[in-house]
């Protein structure tokens, strides 16, 4: 998704790595601007699905509960522990 909307990637990237041991295969890349150039991209395809209406943002707002389509307010399935992968496919209410 990066590389085809428009994320430009360091010409001598990729490479095995900074922060640690380095990987035996070159797999890290990195864009000229550091992280903003990966949000650049990805702030443009927020935004279409935002204009779009397709998503909501909400800001400084609480969570107090969620549901999952087919399961009652006690059930939500296996390993449901309310953390953010227990919630992913879950409407947010």
Known sequence: MLTENGMEFMPDHPVEGFA???????????GPDFGRSILRVLRKAF????????????????????????????????????????LAGSRVT
């Open 47 to 86: 935004d279409a699905q935002l204009a779009a209406g397709r998503i909501t943002l909400s800001l400084k707002t609480r969570l107090t509960g969620h549901t999952v389509p087919g399961c009652s307010n006690q059930d939500h399935g296996p390993g449901a522990s309310g953390s953010a992968g227990s």
């Open 20 to 30: 640690h041991e380095p990987y035996t295969v070159a797999r890290y890349y990195r």
